[in-house]
């Protein structure tokens, strides 16, 4: 009988912690600023250690003591206050949204449009002369033995779409989202990433948002962003972190480079005859959408969104391919588990990879870093899309 309590208070103990990463996870997706969300994660760090121990304290030890007394759990919950008896309840629902996101993160296979995929990891850290380790409060977290943050994964996606016009066939997109200028990675860091995507052959180059943690870091965009050349253009939009900054002279800086901010706006590129209408979305924290509304059914719709939460707006605007970041792939995968923390109103659904939600395709990506500076199985990321007609 032991044994079923302590099974019991295990299932409660994870959907106590299911549901406040869940609500973290949610209140991470909206409009707010960083000090209020603060608040949220301490409540988070404090609530999720304390059921549990009040489960094991109270409920074993004391009243009504089931580690020592044999006693079924249905008389127990009988026992129990009616508000006791409800956080249990959610905590069962928890348990099993949990059970649910870690099914569906181990089955989720790529969607068949995606016809050939490849990657190569490279360690930047055994690249570089000396270890690209920054200054800032995070920059400890660098020294963590198994963190990934310095091992960044090129990856090639091979996209196939009905709508591409055959013109385009092989046409290529260098993606890159989340760079995270915080300090505490080093320029030399990044400076090597970009000049090792900057010797990929590509047409676009995109970026997705979350620049910058600091201004006093600007200069660094030369250096780096100031290296990619799309021979059709270089188009960006902003995240939340770089609204929480002066966003206005981030975004200038970066167009005093030759890239084009496409946020809340609709851009069109004529590419051998045909036409593609390339738009942004830095909601919901900046601007408004622009609608697809006036562009013809021929276009081609390409959307750069920093969240994948617009993804139900794309799908009205019938967008063709989305590129959005943000999520950062989780960036700790708990073995056996998956990712847990990813700042949207879909949880870990969209924490990174490729999904198809009729008509869009919906490329994640991981991101080149973060405000904190921990990955672990959630390596960095650069990709390069190629678009075939099918
Ligand atoms: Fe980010």
Redesign the pocket.
Known sequence: MIWLHLIWFAILSIGNAEVLVTTVNRIHAWKIREPRLRHVRHLHDLLIPLWPSWLFVVIGFISPGVLFTEISPSEVWQRLPFFVQGWMAICMAGFIGFSWAVIRYWTHRPPPQQIEFSSTIVDFEAELDSRPVGVGPYASLLDFPVNDCFRVEFTERTFQFDRLPKAWDGLSILHLT?L?FTGAIDLPFFEAVFARAAQWDYDIAVITG?VLDSEELLDWLPKTLGKLNGPLGNYFIL?N?DWGLDSDRIRQAICDLGWRSVAGTLQTLDIAGKRVAIGGSERPWMGLHQTFDAVPDEFFRLLLSHTPDNLSWARRQRVDLMLA??N?GGQVILPGIGPVYSPSVHGCRYSSGVFKSDPTLLLVGR?LS?KHPLRIGATPEVCRVVLRSS
């Open positions: 989340d995270h979350d995240g972190h970041g943000h950062h991101g973060g």
